[in-house]
């Protein structure tokens, strides 16, 4: 078993291709930790999924830096072997922090399967070797802008459009691009941004043929969310509310939604994951993969997990040139069929380029055990 000798942490930048915005705000710029675990034999890279504030979750980069640095990083180094179920282990003796514990369980898995020369696909027993792309599109400033965007995509070749809402701004763009593209896979994602008193707002959406509402209340509330469920067609697909294969099954249990979207940042990384989807499909709830403005490293990882056999969904496992001019790896293209290639080398199957790597760095440090290095 190879071993664990440090931790490095690092402070990316990336500008994205335009402004990202969503209920909570504007995205211009991407910027995560990343988390790269150096073994005796290789070495492991993980990306935390948190943002700069603490709005799609309770995490943020500030906070996710400190809780690894001070508290996770040096568990995981006493815990000694690059072994990610002994990580997570190891990991479970502090409350929370689920995208900071996401990114040192992920890393600690790439080093261990790097080190056999085993692929992250192959070890989790992945059942295609490409996977359908779907694509989130932003809340547009105006409804000839959006649909410019959606026509744009679809000529890109995706196989299904998410269209951000919120409240003002839903049902009349759900019907023009409808109206405009009766027959593609459409759903919407509300980011929680409504209340059960707007279910109108989503029967008005039931003539409209979505594959999905996407977390439309609270992220906190299954109680409300089954009422709401209940009185539309449409499926409702949990997101913020699934943190866990816990969450899931409470989920599934209380009629909360029907469809799950699994992003393994949020739930705490692969490992949870995989229980999520294991549980899903032995209950036949469809499962799909989620995206979070992720550089290639979890963009990779994505990519794998949306190779299981439950993920019968196209996720948002867009193309690397959707959002960055110039990824931290080589870049993830998508084929004119709207499918992307699944990783097959060792561990996540990509590294991030030296060169680009140190041009996005505002900020670097390395975890020994018993003493950290000087901060670069």
């Not at 294969?245 to 990384?269: E, P, S, W, Y």
């Not at 790597?357 to 055990?369: H, K, M, N, P, V």
Request: glycine residues 8%; charged residues 25%.
């Amino acid at each position: 078993m190879t071993r664990i000798a440090a931790i490095e942490l690092f402070l990316v930048e990336l500008p994205l291709v335009r402004p990202f915005r969503t209920s909570f705000g504007e995205t211009v710029t991407k910027r995560c930790v990343l988390v790269r675990v150096e073994a005796d034999d290789a070495e492991g890279w993980g990306e935390c999924v948190a943002d700069d504030r603490p709005d799609f979750s309770g995490e943020f980069n500030e906070g996710a830096w400190i809780a690894i640095r001070d508290f996770l990083a040096p568990l995981v180094l006493d815990a000694g072997d690059a072994d990610a179920a002994r990580a997570e282990l190891a990991l479970r003796a502090l409350r929370g922090n689920r995208m900071a514990k996401a990114a040192l369980i992920d890393a600690v898995l790439d080093a261990a399967l790097r080190a056999r020369g085993v692929s992250l696909a192959g070890w989790l027993g992945a059942a295609r070797h490409r996977v359908e792309c779907g694509v989130s599109v932003g809340i547009a400033a105006t409804t000839d802008a959006l649909l410019e965007q959606v026509d744009g995509y679809l000529a890109d070749g995706y196989r299904r459009i998410k269209l951000k809402i919120e409240p003002g701004t839903d049902v009349e763009r759900v019907r023009a691009v409808r109206a405009a593209h009766p027959d593609i896979l459409l759903s919407v994602d509300a980011n929680a941004a409504y209340r059960l008193d707007d279910a109108e707002v989503f029967r008005a959406m039931d003539d409209a043929d979505l594959l999905m509402i996407e977390q439309p209340l609270h992220h906190e509330d299954f109680a409300q969310h089954a009422a709401l469920q209940g009185q539309i067609e449409t499926d409702v697909c949990l997101d913020e509310s699934i943190r866990s294969a816990a969450d899931a099954t409470a989920a599934l249990d209380l009629g909360a939604c029907r469809i799950v979207n699994i992003k393994q940042g949020r739930v705490g990384g692969i490992l949870e994951a995989k229980r999520i989807h294991d549980h899903c499909l032995t209950r036949g709830a469809p499962v799909w993969c989620g995206g979070m403005l992720e550089t290639g490293v979890g963009r990779a990882q994505n990519l794998a997990l949306a190779a299981l056999p439950g993920f019968t969904l196209p996720g948002d496992t867009s193309a690397s040139s959707r959002y960055f001019p110039d990824d931290l790896t080589e870049p993830f293209e998508m084929a004119p069929d709207g499918t992307m290639a699944v990783p097959s080398g060792a561990g996540i199957g990509v590294t991030p380029r030296p060169d680009r790597l140190a041009a996005c760095t505002s900020r670097r440090e390395i975890i020994r055990r018993g003493a950290r290095a000087a901060k670069e």
